[in-house]
């Protein structure tokens, strides 16, 4: 190949090789930017919406808590229950202000697609959809949470009046001493709301925003269709199946040759996940209009290469072609020919010496000549030098344009504090959030100091120095700005700062963040957790957290504190006779009253409707509390004028300090509302200390302490058996073994006084094996003397359940008297079972196995939950005393016996009924099928020769 042909394309593909490099790499750089800043962004998105959605479904619990507390709520399903005609099938109350009511609150709430109340039965008492009205709801789980106490949010289910698909917030209704559950308030979640507002987290072209469930399901999303289904992608579906969904985590997935890329955070909280899906190339659209704008560069720049290529070549083929045809001529013999190539360089020193054998013979004109070609050559490479610098300043100036377009287009201020020449730059956005015309460009000692209040403006330049001296990888803080409207505006500043090699700062850049509206919803949350609603003072939740941040301090270790825990005396009366509006007007004038004696070292909290609580910081001598409890009786002396009536108020206090009278929040809680107790039972608008009943409580506790330990060695202790008749026949069937206590002085004692105290000491171990010893001795003793009765129970405590070797003395008693296991029954209360329920209901099982019966006292008391009734090895189930006492006259008692019977009848369990002591509560049981009757009714708890002497009367019968 010739040269010239030769050198301009070698020139033209080394070229095409560097500037095809050069495009891959600029590629790969500007995608990798855009995806993590993408990715950055989304996880971003993701953090502050799983926050706002764990807000969210807060609010919806606390709007039903409210609902539930609403007067015209609980009116309504008072009536209803107070109704006589309740329980006929046919009666069907019509409750319209109170479904007007929640008609009213679906109108204004676009969030709540109905609200509506239901029966402790399950029916739909009143609604806000009148076609719902009676509706049997009690096989939903939200209601039977809601029946155990309970504000729950349900999973996803299909509301059975329009067939879509809702989320339901139920919370229970109680009675007016929060004693009783009366009722369910419930609301529906709307979806279709709640979906789109998720869905503009992300722009519709580009990508959906959605909530799933822990198996996948999608539980929000705008397609009302997807909505309960999974996702339509299958590897995504296969994607959410392998994942733990409690993690946040991100992966690429591609459909229909579209690249997604999908990230997800599980909502604090809540069962639910937040899941953005985002278009790859609608992400990449920026990185490929820069690689065509480039491209186009390189083919203009490669263009040019040729040019110059094919210029410069000729350059160097030219003289060579001329110096070898004069070499050819003179080899000829002609000497007039002349090589007209000059040059600095080699070539052009090969043209001298072969011209210079020729100069004499040439004339100026040829010298002019060639220094004229040397100038035309010059020329036309700066001209082609000049063109190339243009080319590059107008390239600068596009992506320069660029640059600050984006700027621009972003929400947030861009901003940067070059410490080697002071200067501050921020973007223009700065202009709209701030609402300054200008910003210093020069800063004296920190950024943003013309925003900063005298306040801040110290605590922010600490701030800057901690970072500067502790490196730290990312500096972030929050200040306050008083735009020129006065309005207080909020922003976030997070940044990072270049480091020289000797670890000085050399700038710092980063945005800073307009967050005014997370501010004031963070604010508006905070008020509804830590403040009373009525009288805005701190709450309980308040007040418990400031108790432990005392005790966990290291001020509780030099001082002391001070609780009163105050209580209205007769609220109530004021509620009734004035009504509620009246009442919460006093308690208002009354938390307005009691903050006058505050101070930085007493600080005062409204617990609940009619209960107060002071704190008193490093106050604890007995004369000072007393002083200031003076001050405030004295303050409550004043009448209090509520719409022209005069209401006087007196408060019964208690007292507890620590760390005396407890070193924790609970303990000094609890003792404070004894002493509170104490003084209302002693004449009201009263205060007692708790210190001053410890004495006597432990003096009472050392004298039980003691009457325990020697009750067995001295003969004190017995055992008493009540017998247990069949409803049916009245024929005697069996016996509850039950412990007594008798002192020196004949003084009968309780055993709810010393069984707690010998639980707590470990001595129920021995009375407990007392007992089982004293039982099995008795069943041989009747056995041999002939006598026929089923078994005789024996109360079992949890703690004797968790000693390791139970069965083994069980067994071993029944073998020291040979007596089969069908004779002795065990007995375990509600309490004790759910307190070993997981731990040693082997223990149960093995000794039901194995012949000996189990029995479930006091049902009813405790969680009164028939699921673990499934599991237990259980033959027989005591309904509580308390359900037999108003059997005679309340419905609603009867309704609950007849259906623990039935149930237990279902599980295969027998049922006694303990308490009873009337003809009419016999009568009520038998006709409920109730098997067995304990109680005054046939026997009170009898000694063993009495025992002995009932057993031979009923033989004889």
């Not at 309504?76 to 005609?85: C, F, G, H, R, V």
């Not at 329980?87 to 009511?101: G, K």
């Not at 009375?767 to 009747?782: F, K, M, N, S, Y």
């Not at 006694?912 to 046939?938: H, M, N, P, S, W």
């Amino acid at each position: 190949m010739l040269l010239r042909k030769k050198i301009p394309f070698v020139s033209i593909i080394i070229m095409a090789f560097s500037l095809l490099i050069m495009n891959t790499v600029y590629y790969a750089y500007i995608s990798d930017i855009l995806i993590r800043d993408n990715k950055d962004k989304m996880n971003q998105v993701l953090d502050m919406e799983s926050v706002l959605l764990e807000t969210f479904f807060d609010m919806r619990k606390l709007e039903v808590n409210y609902l539930a507390n609403d007067a015209l709520v609980i009116k309504t399903i008072k009536d209803y229950l107070n109704d006589p005609e309740q329980n006929d099938p046919n009666f069907r109350p019509q409750y319209d202000a109170l479904n007007a009511f929640f008609e009213n609150i679906t109108a204004t709430r676009k969030d709540i697609q109905a609200v509506f109340v239901l029966t402790p039965s399950g029916r739909t008492l009143a609604s806000s959809h009148p076609e719902s009205y009676w509706l049997d709801l009690s096989d939903r789980q939200y209601f039977l949470d809601a029946m155990a106490g309970k504000t729950a949010i349900s999973k996803l289910l299909v509301d059975r009046i329009d067939n879509r698909a809702a989320l339901f917030v139920a919370t229970p209704i109680y009675n007016d001493d929060k004693s009783n559950i009366i009722g369910v308030l419930a609301n529906i979640i709307d979806t279709t709301y709640a979906s789109e507002s998720i869905h503009n987290l992300v722009d519709v072209n580009v990508g959906n925003a959605y909530l799933i469930d822990q198996s996948g399901m999608i539980i929000f999303h705008t397609d009302q269709a997807l909505i309960g289904t999974r996702h339509t992608n299958s590897d995504i579906d296969d994607f959410f199946k392998s994942s733990d969904l409690s993690i946040p985590n991100n992966s690429q997935f591609q459909k229909e040759k579209t690249i997604y890329y999908i990230a997800y955070k599980a909502i604090p909280n809540t069962p639910w996940i937040i899941v953005i899906d985002q278009n790859m190339d609608f992400i990449m659209r920026s990185a490929d209009q820069a690689l065509n704008v480039m491209l186009a560069i390189t083919v203009t720049v490669l263009l040019f290469s040729a040019t110059i290529a094919f210029l410069f070549s000729r350059q160097i083929t030219i003289p060579i072609t001329e110096l070898s045809h004069v070499m050819h001529k003179t080899t000829r013999g002609d000497l007039s020919a002349r090589s007209h190539y000059i040059s600095q360089n080699e070539l052009g020193e090969l043209s001298n010496d072969l011209n210079y054998m020729l100069d004499e013979l040439t004339g100026a004109y040829e010298e002019i000549e060639s220094k004229n070609d040397v100038l035309t050559a010059t020329e036309e490479e700066l001209r082609h030098n000049y063109e190339q610098l243009e080319q590059s300043q107008t390239a600068l100036k596009t992506i320069q344009g660029k640059y600050e377009t984006a700027l621009n287009a972003s929400r947030d201020v861009v901003w940067e504090w070059d410490y080697e020449s002071n200067h501050f730059f921020a973007s223009e956005v700065w202009h709209e959030l701030t609402g300054l015309d200008t910003y210093n460009t020069q800063i004296d000692e920190v950024a943003f100091e013309e925003l900063l209040q005298k306040k801040d403006h110290e605590s922010i330049l600490s701030i800057f120095r901690e970072h500067w001296r502790t490196h730290s990888p990312l500096l972030t803080f929050t200040f306050s700005y008083v735009a020129p409207t006065n309005k207080v505006i909020y922003f976030l500043v997070r940044a990072n700062t270049q480091w020289d090699v000797h670890g000085n700062p050399i700038k710092t850049s980063g945005i800073m963040v307009d967050v005014t509206y997370e501010k004031e919803t963070s604010d508006r949350i905070h008020n509804l957790a830590f403040n009373n609603q009525v009288t805005s003072l701190p709450n309980r939740q308040a007040y418990i957290l400031n108790l432990k941040a005392f005790i966990e301090s290291d001020e509780a270790v030099r001082c002391n504190l001070t609780v009163f825990q105050m209580d209205i005396d007769n609220f109530m009366r004021v509620n009734d006779a004035l009504g509620h509006p009246i009442g919460d007007e006093l308690l208002k004038a009354l938390a307005h009253r009691l903050t006058l004696i505050c101070n930085e070292d007493i600080s005062v909290y409204h617990l609940s409707a009619d209960e107060f609580a002071f704190i008193l910081y490093d106050i604890s001598k007995e004369t000072e509390i007393a002083e200031i409890i003076s001050t405030l009786y004295l303050m409550l002396n004043e009448p209090f004028i509520i719409n022209q009536k005069s209401i006087y108020v007196s408060m019964s206090t208690g007292i507890s300090v620590y760390p005396n009278d407890g070193d924790t929040v609970n303990k000094l809680i609890q003792n404070a509302d004894t002493a509170m107790f104490t003084a209302k039972h002693t004449g009201k608008s009263n205060y007692v200390f708790y210190t001053n009943l410890l004495s006597e409580f432990v003096q009472k506790k050392l004298d039980m302490d003691d009457l325990l330990r020697r009750s067995i060695r001295d003969k004190l202790i017995s055992m008493h058996y009540q017998p247990q008749y069949a409803t049916l026949s009245r024929k005697l069937n069996s016996f509850e073994a039950l412990m007594r206590i008798t002192t020196e002085d004949s003084t009968a004692v309780s055993p709810a006084d010393f069984i707690p105290v010998a639980e707590e000491n470990g001595q129920i171990i021995e009375l407990g094996e007392w007992a089982l010893q004293e039982v099995c001795r008795t069943i041989r003793e009747l056995l041999d003397l002939g006598y026929h009765f089923e078994h005789i129970s024996v109360n079992v405590s949890s703690i004797q359940l968790q000693q390791p070797h139970f069965v083994d003395t069980v067994i071993k008693m029944t073998q020291l008297y040979d007596i089969e296991p069908k004779y002795l029954e065990l007995e375990v209360t509600e309490s004790v079972l759910l307190s070993v329920l997981n731990e040693h209901d082997n223990t149960l099982s093995t000794l039901r196995n194995m012949g000996y019966k189990i029995a479930l006292d006091d049902f009813g008391t405790g969680y009164s939950s028939f699921s673990y009734l499934r599991t237990m090895p259980l033959s027989t189930l005591k309904i509580d005393k308390t359900f037999i006492d108003d059997l005679a006259d309340s419905k609603k008692d009867q309704e609950l016996v007849r259906q623990m019977i039935e149930l237990s009848h279902e599980l295969g369990i027998k049922v006694i009924a303990e308490g009873v002591e009337t003809r009419a509560q016999y009568q009520i049981l038998k006709d409920r099928g109730c098997d067995y009757i304990q109680g005054y009714y046939f026997s009170k708890p009898l000694s063993l020769e009495k025992t002995k002497e009932l057993l031979t009367a009923s033989a004889n019968h």
